[in-house]
């Protein structure tokens, strides 16, 4: 099974700043990476497919980058709508879920 | 608008049956698999496998394996999940979530998500 590692567990940004998020797998997902963000009783939301493709309807703040087993997500300048947990997800082989990265304000 | 409609919370003993649902609407639901997610409190989430509604065919991650059954009605665009006996250990919010694309790739995120079925089993 492939496992994501995500770092940090926390990171605290005020509004305004930039956020990066770090996913790292261990063995190469190739860009089969995805991107979620989910806030509190809420389900996932799609971010970023590919590694770098922004879904339907995600400001261009959010972007994406890496292949391999080297990722990160970037938002460029936080907005307080922002503020929630973060997952990436490996579909290259079978599926395997990060354990998340709670973005919370500064 | 692609919408995926769950069934209520449950509370269940150990040992009891359960199905919950998973109510697609505004695609066509024989031409996007769905996968069945687990996410315990506080944890990231888990593939528990996904279901082909065109043909009914499942493939069940291994630690679900004969656990847990898929099904899907296409009669009324529906997903099923079901235990034929449920543990303790099976608590936790279970999303239906649709492949990005059409017809089938194991390759492929998942871009619509139910609103989560909160499973609570306790004697």
């Known amino acids: 099974e492939i496992v994501m590692t995500q770092s940090p567990a926390t990171l605290s940004v005020s509004p305004g700043e930039r956020a990066t998020l770090s996913c790292r797998a261990s063995?190469?997902?190739?860009?089969?990476l995805a991107w979620y963000q989910q806030k509190p009783g809420q389900a996932p939301r799609l971010l970023i497919y590919?590694?770098?493709t922004r879904a339907t309807g995600i400001p261009a703040r959010f972007s994406g980058s890496g292949s391999g087993t080297e990722f990160t997500l970037t938002i460029s300048s936080l907005q307080s709508e922002d503020f929630a947990v973060y997952f990436c997800?490996?579909?290259?082989?079978?599926?395997?879920f990060g354990q998340g990265t709670k973005l919370e304000i500064k | 608008e692609v919408q995926l409609v769950q069934s209520g919370a449950e509370v269940k003993k150990p040992g009891e049956s359960l199905r919950i649902s998973c109510q697609c609407s505004?695609?066509?639901?024989?031409?996007?698999?769905i996968n069945w997610v687990r996410q315990m409190p506080g944890k990231g989430p888990e593939l528990m496998g996904r279901?082909?509604?065109?043909?009914?065919?499942?493939h069940y991650s291994p630690a679900f394996e004969g656990h847990v059954t898929f099904s899907a009605d296409k009669s009324i665009n529906t997903a099923y999940l079901q235990w034929s006996s449920l543990k303790a250990s099976d608590i936790g919010i279970y999303y239906c979530?649709?492949?990005?694309?059409?017809?089938?790739?194991?390759?492929?995120?998942?871009?619509?998500w139910g609103q989560g079925t909160l499973v609570i089993v306790s004697s």
């Open positions: 979530a649709r492949n990005s694309q059409a017809y089938g790739s194991g390759r492929d995120s998942f871009d619509y």
């Open positions: 505004g695609y066509s639901f024989t031409s996007y698999w």
């Open positions: 279901i082909d509604p065109s043909e009914s065919y499942s």
């Open positions: 063995q190469s997902v190739r860009s089969y």
């Open positions: 590919g590694a770098s």
């Open positions: 997800h490996q579909y290259n082989n079978w599926h395997t």
